[in-house]
């Protein structure tokens, strides 16, 4: 399989895609790099099984695997999914497909040939994100503020010195919110590198700043000090959220007003 530019891709406007909602889906305001679409995973039978409808075999094989709330996280973002990339790349349905990285990723592919085309996709109980560039690498993580029983224990797995030592500092809801966010960013770091959990997050910290408040920032893991990663703080009072995505090259952080912030976009009539 060979990987292929997009000239799609290049060509058509981010934010005019964003702009276009479906039946289950929605758009969330975005900066022109990078889309951000909302995923309503609710149970709905008429949304479930028309999203059924647009899977491939493979991905209904999947879906037979999962338990019901799995599988109808599953098919309700890989459909959306599905319909953004057509409508991305100018592509039918039957002609997309998916493979996946070695720990997991999937990428588009097109025809049989690879598609240039970043996306990642999360989901949480009643909400779904997908992210969405024309290149690059980019990781999404959204998670409902579930409480969590051995909070202590889970904080002293997965986060670095300095963060466990501010999340110490706090007590229930402060805490459960702090450690949402300290979380959803450091797992769309991992998801936006393609690794997953075999990157150990307690290996790598949050910048000061993230840790401190800021919506927006730049991280480098300290393994792979030349790759700069712009953070996205996409939280709501419903969820916390994230998103990590490639700067390129000699791009040291995100250009100013490049923020982005949850409000839907308004839809044209
Ligand atoms: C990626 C990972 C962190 C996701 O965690 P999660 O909290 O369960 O799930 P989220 O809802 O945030 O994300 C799930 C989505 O991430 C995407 N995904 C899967 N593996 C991924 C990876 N390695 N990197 C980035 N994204 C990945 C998929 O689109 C998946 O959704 P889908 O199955 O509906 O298409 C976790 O599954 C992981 O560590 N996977 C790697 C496992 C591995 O190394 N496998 C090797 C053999 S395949």
Request: proline share 7%; with cysteine.
């Amino acid at each position: 399989m060979t990987a292929v530019a997009d000239e799609t891709a290049a060509k058509l406007p981010l934010q005019a895609l964003a702009a276009s909602a479906g039946p289950w889906w929605k758009p969330l305001a975005g900066t022109a790099s990078v889309a951000i679409i909302h995923v309503d995973l609710r149970p709905d039978t008429v949304h479930e099984w028309e999203a059924f409808g647009w899977l491939d075999s493979e991905e209904r094989a999947a879906w037979q695997r999962y338990l019901p709330d799995p599988r109808r996280r599953f098919s309700l973002c890989r459909a959306a999914l599905r319909a953004i990339l057509c409508d991305y790349l100018g592509c039918t349905n039957e002609r997309l497909s998916f493979a996946t990285s070695d720990h997991g990723k999937p990428f588009a592919v097109v025809a049989g040939e690879r598609s240039g085309v970043a996306f990642n996709v999360s989901h949480s109980i009643s909400h779904g994100l997908i992210a969405l560039a024309p290149s690059g690498r980019l990781g999404i993580d959204v998670e409902e503020r579930v409480p969590k029983q051995s909070l202590d224990v889970l904080i002293e797995s997965v986060m670095g010195a300095e963060e466990q030592s501010q999340l110490a500092s706090l007590e229930g809801h402060e805490k459960l919110e702090l450690f949402y966010r300290f979380w959803t960013f450091k797992e769309a770091l991992i998801k936006a590198l393609g690794t997953g959990f075999s990157t150990d997050p307690s290996l790598f910290q949050l910048p000061c700043s993230i840790r401190r408040g800021d919506k927006s920032g730049v991280f480098r893991f300290p393994h792979l000090p030349g790759t700069a990663w712009g953070l996205e703080d996409l939280s709501t009072e419903e969820y916390a959220a994230a998103l990590a995505y490639e700067l390129p090259l000699g791009q040291p952080s995100p250009s100013s007003g490049a923020h982005f912030d949850s409000t839907p976009l308004p839809q044209e009539a």
